[in-house]
C-alpha cells in the first residue's frame, strides 16, 4: 500500500447504503492514495461491505458513539498529514481530493474548504485540515464555545468549486447540526483560534 497522502475518516452508523455510496465516491477519486478509517462503535458490526477488501479501508473499534470521540480515534489512528471528516452518504466530486491536496500542499492555511462560503453545509464535514493543526488536544468543548465557521474563515482557503455534496436521506439538502457535531465544530473552532492567537 502506498503511503496515504489524505486519511478520510467516518463515523459508521452500521448502516452499509449511504457509506457504500461514500466509498464508491472515494473508489472514483483521481488522487488514489489515500485511507479511509470507518469508525464504528465496539457493540455494532465493522463495515463489511463492498470495498472491505481494498487495503486502504479500515474498521476501527471506538468506545465512542459521539461523532467528537470517534473523530478523535479516526486521528489518532490517521497515517496521512491531511485529514477529511466525511458524513455517511456525502460524497466527493473526482476530483476532489486531488484539488484539495494541491491547494494543501500550495498554501499556509489550516484548511481548505472545497465550497463556496455561502454554502450551507455542516461544519466540519467537506473541509481539508492539516492533522498536526487539530490532533494536539482532546475534545473537551462545551456547547458555549461553538463559533460559526466565518470567524475562523481567515485561517482557511476556500477553493472556487464545489467539490464535497452533503447529502440526507438521498437528496441534496442541508440540515441542522445536532449536538455531538456541535461540540465537534466547536473543538475545531477553538483549535484554530488557538493557533491564530498564537500567530499574533
Known sequence: MKIPRVSIVVKHHGGIDALEESINSLLRQ???EWELLCIHHTSEEPYNGKAAADIRVRSIHAAYRDHSGCAHVGLQAAHAPYVLFLEEGDTLAPQALEEMYRAMEHSTHHAII???????????????????????????????GYRAPTQWACEAETLPDSLYFHREKGSNTTRRLNESEHIFAAYLHEVFNTLCRRAI
Request: glycine share 6%; with cysteine; charged share 25%.
Open 114 to 144: 472545497p465550497f463556496s462560503p455561502g454554502e450551507d453545509i455542516p461544519a466540519p464535514w467537506g473541509r481539508l485540515y492539516r492533522r498536526e493543526s487539530i490532533c494536539h488536544k482532546r475534545w473537551h468543548v462545551s456547547l458555549a
Open 30 to 32: 483521481t488522487l488514489e
